[in-house]
C-alpha cells in the first residue's frame, strides 16, 4: 500500500495522548563515574508528544543523562520506563529512538538516499517501502533533489537536516537531540531551530534535546530541565524557568540577573543599607541576609528622584535596548538596567549621569543563603 505523506505526518503522532501515563519516566537514576557522581538521583516524567530540553552549565550531567536514556551509557541504579515497558537493562539497539549528534556522525561514503535509508535497510524494509519513507523525509527537511549527494558537497546545515531525517526514517518514539545546533553558525543556527521545531510539531514525536544555550531552549521546549552539578534544579515551562527561577543558581544562569545584596526587614520588605525595598512574600526570618535578585528589563530609569539613585557608569548598545550600568549611592553595589530605545533619548543618557531607579515589588525576588526562591 502506497505510503503518503499524510500517513508519515500521522505515524509518529502520540497514541496515548489522553492516557495519563507518561512516555518515559526516570525513577532515582544515578550514574558514577568511579567516585565522581555525574547523576544524583534523577527523578523525571516526560511525556507524549512533549519537546523536552536538557539545559545547563559544561559538565552539569544533561549530555551523561541524554546517554543513559539511549543505553549508550549504563546508570549505575535507577530504572527508566518508555510507554509502561522497563527499558533499564535494554541496548541501544532494543531501545525506541533515533539520535542526531552535534557532528551530524553521516556516513562520509554514502550519499543522502544511502545515510537516511540505511536504518531501514538494517531493518529490512522492502525497497518500495524505502524509496517512498527516504523521499518523504527529505521533502519534510527541504532536501529534496539532494538524494544523490555525499555529506561532503553539502552545508553545515544541510548536514543536519539529512541526520535528523536519518534519525526519524524507523519512526522512533522518541527523538533524542544531543546539542544538534552548536557547531553551526549563528544564522544557520536560528533558521534550523524554527526547522527542527516546527517538524517536531508537525510530527508530534517526543523530543529531548541537550543543550547549553538558553535562548534555544526557552525557544524551542514546551518545558525546560535546568541541570546543575548531576541534579535537576527546576522543571517548567520557558515562562516559569525565566519569570521564577526556583533557585539562585537558575535565576543567574537564565538570562541576566540583578543581585543585591539585602538583609529581611518583614515578610515583604527587605533593606539596601539605609534603604527599604519592596519584594515578593517570603518566609526568611527578620535579620537575615539574602540576596534580592531582579531583571534589567523590570527596572525603571528616572531623571527624578526614586526608591534608588544610581550614576551611570557604562552604556551599552544592544540594538533594541541600551544596556545601564548604575553604582548604587544607597550602597557599594551595581544594578544593570535595559533602557528600551525609545526612552534612552528621553533620559538622554550619558556615563556620570545621576538617575532615580524603580524596582517593583513583583519583579523582585528573594533568595536565602541555601539559594531556594521563597
Excluded: W
Excluded at 77 to 103: C, E, H, M, N, Y
Excluded at 186 to 209: D, S, Y
Aim: glycine share 8%.
Amino acid at each position: 500500500m502506497q505510503t503518503t505523506m499524510t500517513s508519515l505526518l500521522t505515524a509518529d503522532m502520540p497514541t496515548a495522548a489522553t492516557s495519563t501515563t507518561p512516555h518515559l519516566r526516570l525513577d532515582d537514576v544515578t550514574k558514577c563515574f568511579g567516585s565522581f557522581m555525574a547523576l544524583d538521583n534523577i527523578a523525571l516524567e516526560i511525556q507524549e508528544g512533549e519537546f523536552i530540553c536538557f539545559l545547563g552549565p559544561s559538565g552539569c550531567g544533561k549530555t551523561t543523562l541524554l546517554r543513559t536514556i539511549a543505553g549508550l551509557a549504563q546508570q549505575s541504579s535507577g530504572t527508566l520506563i518508555q510507554r509502561g515497558k522497563d527499558i533499564s537493562t535494554l541496548s541501544p539497539q532494543a531501545r525506541d529512538f533515533g539520535i542526531v549528534f552535534q557532528s551530524y556522525a553521516l556516513f562520509p561514503n554514502l550519499t543522502v538516499f544511502d545515510n537516511v535509508a540505511y536504518g531501514l535497510r538494517n531493518r529490512r524494509a522492502d525497497r518500495t517501502r524505502i524509496n517512498e519513507r527516504v523521499a518523504e523525509l527529505l521533502t519534510l527537511v527541504n532536501l529534496s533533489g539532494s538524494e544523490k549527494k555525499y555529506p561532503a558537497a553539502l552545508s553545515g546545515g544541510q548536514q543536519q537536516r539529512v541526520a535528523l531525517a536519518r534519525a526519524l526514517a524507523t519512526e522512533p518514539g522518541l527523538l533524542l537531540l544531543d546539542e544538534p545546533l552548536s557547531a553551526l553558525d549563528a544564522r544557520v543556527r536560528g533558521h534550523l531551530r524554527r526547522q527542527i521545531k516546527a517538524l517536531q510539531a508537525r510530527l508530534g514525536v517526543t523530543t529531548i534535546m541537550v543543550t547549553h544555550d538558553q535562548e534555544e531552549a526557552l525557544t524551542m521546549a514546551d518545558r525546560i530541565v535546568v541541570m546543575n552539578h548531576g541534579v535537576i534544579e527546576q522543571v517548567g515551562t520557558p515562562n516559569e524557568i525565566y519569570h521564577q527561577p526556583a533557585s539562585a543558581f537558575v535565576a543567574a544562569f537564565i538570562g541576566t540577573m540583578n543581585f543585591l545584596d539585602v538583609t529581611v526587614n518583614s515578610a515583604s520588605h527587605v533593606m539596601l543599607a539605609a534603604t527599604s525595598l519592596s519584594c515578593q512574600p517570603h518566609r526568611l526570618a527578620v535579620g537575615e541576609v539574602a540576596r534580592l535578585a531582579v531583571r534589567p528589563e523590570a527596572i525603571a530609569l528616572t531623571r527624578e528622584a526614586g526608591m534608588l539613585t544610581g550614576e551611570i557608569t557604562d552604556i551599552e548598545f544592544l540594538g533594541a535596548c541600551q544596556r545601564v550600568t548604575l553604582s548604587l549611592v544607597e550602597a557599594s553595589q551595581t544594578l544593570v538596567v535595559d533602557v528600551p530605545s525609545r526612552d534612552s533619548c528621553a533620559l538622554e543618557l550619558h556615563v556620570g549621569q545621576a538617575l532615580g531607579a524603580h524596582i517593583p515589588a513583583e519583579a523582585a525576588r528573594l533568595y536565602g543563603p541555601g539559594s531556594t526562591a521563597l
